[in-house]
């Protein structure tokens, strides 16, 4: 197998340390793009080096992308924001980092997107078109953003698609629920991405043969969840964690509630107003 140099922009934040914090692979290879430096332990890692800038500086995303096969674009603001940020960074920002890919030959593009990019769904909502055979909402719903920062990552995975589409590259844009290694709160049980399923989940779509684009949740097992696996499969992933196991510590929280939408705790900044 030729070498796989992996180009993690945003391999510093939560869910960038998790996919990195694994036995280094024969083979593989990590480039992280991130104003923040990465914890020591990952440095001084063999498989692992960091160049220290952002997404929106073009010239740092170019070197970044040097000689990398594949990206894993983690890379933006991942909260509600003002408009002109969210802009700068998770459009712009995904744009200058596509366009390198592109003209480095890069082949595989995971993109990481957002329950928030659909988070007006309900459990009521996943019917008809928009369920799977077990009733779950389907992995490619139409986006239903609750946010700037939800829209911004429905627009992005749009983004993904048109490089994907018009061109060599393949990409997967996940639409991650709770990455943590524990959930934090209870009505994050549905939607709980367990670590060691977001590994599987990135790594079934790097490797495996896959279509050119496609959406898939980033969701863990959980006995709560309301999203479709189908989408997963496709990539050749089965996540094996249950939230469950968590559950004990929200009593407050037994049941999911059918009227109650995905992103409903993310709706922080009114619109219409200054922020
Ligand atoms: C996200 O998209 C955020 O980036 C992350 O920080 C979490 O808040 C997560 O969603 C969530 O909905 O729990």
């Not at 996919?19 to 692992?48: F, I, N, Q, T």
């Not at 040097?66 to 744009?95: M, P």
């Not at 629920?177 to 790097?206: I, N, Q, Y």
Request: hydrophobic share 40%; with cysteine.
């Amino acid at each position: 197998m030729s070498a796989r140099i992996v180009m993690v922009t945003g391999g510093s934040g939560a869910v960038g340390r998790i996919l990195l914090d694994r036995e280094p692979r024969a083979g593989w290879s990590y480039r992280v793009l991130d104003p923040v430096r990465l914890p020591e332990h990952l440095l001084d890692r063999a498989d692992v080096s960091q160049i220290v800038g952002s997404v929106t500086d073009a010239e740092a995303v170019g070197r970044a992308m040097d000689g990398a096969t594949d990206v894993v674009h983690l890379g933006a603001l991942s909260v509600e924001n003002t408009w002109e940020s969210i802009l700068e960074v998770n459009i712009t920002g995904t744009r200058t980092v596509l366009e390198a890919a592109v003209r480095n030959g890069v082949g595989r593009f995971v993109f990481a997107s957002s329950n928030h990019a659909v988070g007006f769904y309900a459990p009521r909502d996943a019917v008809g078109d928009l369920a799977d055979a077990s009733g779950a909402l389907v992995d490619d719903a139409p986006a239903r953003p609750d946010t700037y920062y939800g829209w911004s990552k429905a627009a992005g995975e749009e983004l993904v698609r048109l490089y994907c589409e018009r061109g060599a590259m393949r990409g997967v844009a996940v639409r991650i629920g709770h990455c943590f290694p524990e959930p934090l709160t209870g009505p994050r049980l549905p939607v709980w991405l367990s670590p060691r399923d977001a590994v599987a989940l990135v790594d079934a779509a790097l490797e495996n043969d896959i279509a050119p684009f496609q959406i898939v949740w980033g969701v863990s097992a959980n006995r709560r969840s309301w999203c479709s696996r189908e989408g997963g499969r496709r990539i050749g992933f089965e996540p094996q964690d249950d939230s469950e196991i968590f559950a004990g510590r929200f009593p407050e929280h037994t049941t999911v509630d059918p009227t109650s939408p995905l992103g409903a705790h993310f709706v922080s900044v009114p619109l219409g107003e200054p922020m």
